[in-house]
């Protein structure tokens, strides 16, 4: 099992460019999320999803836009990047059942917006 | 979900034990107090979690207290390789309710 990924790992926008993250899991989750994390600072949440076809908003939900399309994926889009968006992205699924209470990170995209 | 409280920043010997603290005053009865650790640059990876007995796995043991109002991760023999920011948080079990990252607790396990 590869657990989360997350491509890619490195970017550089200019303001105003758009781009699309992709994180994929392989363990069956029904739950993903994504957070940033900037420089001395905790996880904040962007978005998350139940399930395949469904998101809703986290903490910091203001300037992104995901879709589950595939149970499997989840892609967080920037349409117009701003310097504010540079930041660590990760990626986190979830499973349910027992003995899955837990989330599994992935290794992070760093974004930075010129 | 329960605000947390951790100090900034710890020291431990390798090999030593690390005993890291968290309070968590206001926690509810259906709230876990999870561990997770972040080493630098990468995700963060789950360490333990527990509700009201203590707790013990390959990686870690929790001990909360019998108010519930604190508890403490300890890692038996520290590496140098456990160096990293560990987060202690409060939330009720299950996938829908979301993780809430403070600002958790640098642990410097030094040679």
């Known amino acids: 099992n590869a657990g989360v990924t997350q491509t890619p790992k490195f970017r550089v926008l200019k303001t105003g460019q758009s781009m699309t993250l992709l994180c994929a899991q392989d363990m069956n989750h029904e739950y993903m999320y994504w957070y940033r994390q900037d420089p001395g600072m905790g996880l904040r949440l962007i978005h998350y999803?139940?399930?395949?076809?469904?998101?809703a908003k986290g903490e910091v939900p203001d300037g992104y836009n995901v879709s589950r399309l595939k149970k499997q994926n989840f892609l967080l889009g920037l349409e117009s990047a701003a310097p504010s968006q540079t930041s660590v992205y990760f990626c986190?699924?979830?499973?349910?059942?027992?003995?899955?209470?837990?989330?599994?990170f992935g290794p992070g995209t760093r974004l930075t917006v010129l | 979900d329960a605000k947390t409280t951790q100090p900034p920043s710890m020291d431990c010997a390798e090999g030593r034990a690390a005993n890291l603290p968290c309070n968590h005053s206001t926690i509810s009865g259906n709230e876990y107090v999870y561990w997770y650790r972040q080493i630098h640059s990468q995700g963060p990876q789950y360490i333990i979690h527990?509700?009201?007995n203590n707790e013990t796995n390959e990686m870690a043991s929790l001990i909360i207290t019998e108010d519930r109002k604190s508890s403490t991760l300890i890692l038996p023999h520290a590496t140098l390789r456990d160096t990293a920011v560990y987060y202690c948080?409060?939330?009720?079990?299950?996938?829908?309710?979301?993780?809430?990252f403070g600002t958790g607790t640098l642990l410097a396990v030094q040679p």
């Open positions: 527990g509700l009201k």
């Open positions: 986190a699924s979830h499973g349910t059942g027992m003995g899955t209470d837990t989330q599994y």
């Open positions: 999803s139940v399930g395949e076809g469904t998101t």
């Open positions: 948080i409060v939330r009720r079990g299950g996938a829908t309710n979301k993780l809430i």
